[in-house]
């Protein structure tokens, strides 16, 4: 089990707004990174920090943070976002150690 | 450009030990730690541990305390990591990842992936 949790599966419609949320004890110290991970290929980077998105990666993603949840959303879905996505940030250790969580699996529709 | 390269694709019995390389170009190496994170097929990602390429030091999932080392060769500007006492559920794909060492900002550039593949 992960200290992470998220949910196995979110579907949205072509253009539309979807929220993929993480939640975590740790997450009300220290904020989440989100991947993406397309079938096949390594993950990417697309949000980490408060709200900062890598060069290359589109407006659409933002990142959010409140309590123990931390979210991403994309806005206006395209297909291409169509993939797997993690977050992941410090455990509940306190030993500077990370943890993924269990993943998120994006239909888009 | 930025790049982590990872060795080639194994084959190892159960009880053996795997040793994967990462050598980074295009930064400087010691400036970022290197994050081994696993993914066991048709399942998630799993955080094994970092190293500290300018001081050496590591931190591990206490998941893989004991069986895993993660070392590094400043010279070439190359991470290791060994797995030893493999076990059938070890097989997967392995992936490096950097990180700023002055910032946690994410794993912003990640290896090709090394599977590993334990079988009898």
């Known amino acids: 089990s992960s200290e992470l949790t998220q949910d196995p599966a979110v579907s949205v419609a072509l253009g539309q707004t979807v929220r993929i949320t993480c939640q975590g004890d740790?997450?009300?110290?220290?904020?989440a990174s989100w991947y993406q991970q397309k079938p096949g290929q390594a993950p990417v980077l697309v949000i980490y920090?408060?709200?900062n998105r890598p060069s290359g990666i589109p407006d659409r993603f933002s990142g959010s943070s409140s309590g123990n949840t931390a979210s991403l959303t994309i806005t206006g879905a395209q297909a291409e976002d169509e993939a797997d996505y993690y977050c992941?940030?410090?455990?509940?250790?306190?030993?500077?150690?990370?943890?993924f969580g269990g993943g998120t699996k994006l239909t888009v529709l | 450009q930025v790049q982590l390269v990872q060795s080639g694709a194994e084959v190892k019995k159960p009880g053996a030990s795997v040793k994967v390389s990462c050598k980074a170009s295009?930064?400087?190496?010691?400036?970022?730690?290197m994050h081994w994170v696993r993914q066991a097929p048709g399942q998630g990602l799993e955080w094994m541990g970092w190293?500290?390429?300018?001081?050496?030091?590591?931190n591990y999932a206490q998941k893989f305390q004991g069986r895993v080392t993660m070392t590094r060769d400043t010279s070439i500007s190359t991470a290791y990591m060994e797995l030893s006492r493999l076990r059938s559920d070890d097989t997967a794909v392995y992936y490096c990842?950097?990180?700023?060492?002055?910032?946690?900002?994410?794993?912003?550039?990640w290896g090709q992936g090394t599977t590993v593949t334990v079988s009898s």
């Open positions: 990842a950097r990180e700023p060492i002055v910032k946690e900002v994410g794993m912003d550039v």
């Open positions: 295009g930064y400087t190496f010691t400036g970022y730690y």
């Open positions: 190293i500290n390429p300018n001081s050496g030091g590591t």
């Open positions: 740790s997450l009300r110290s220290y904020y």
């Open positions: 920090g408060k709200n």
């Open positions: 992941n940030s410090r455990d509940s250790s306190g030993n500077h150690r990370r943890v």
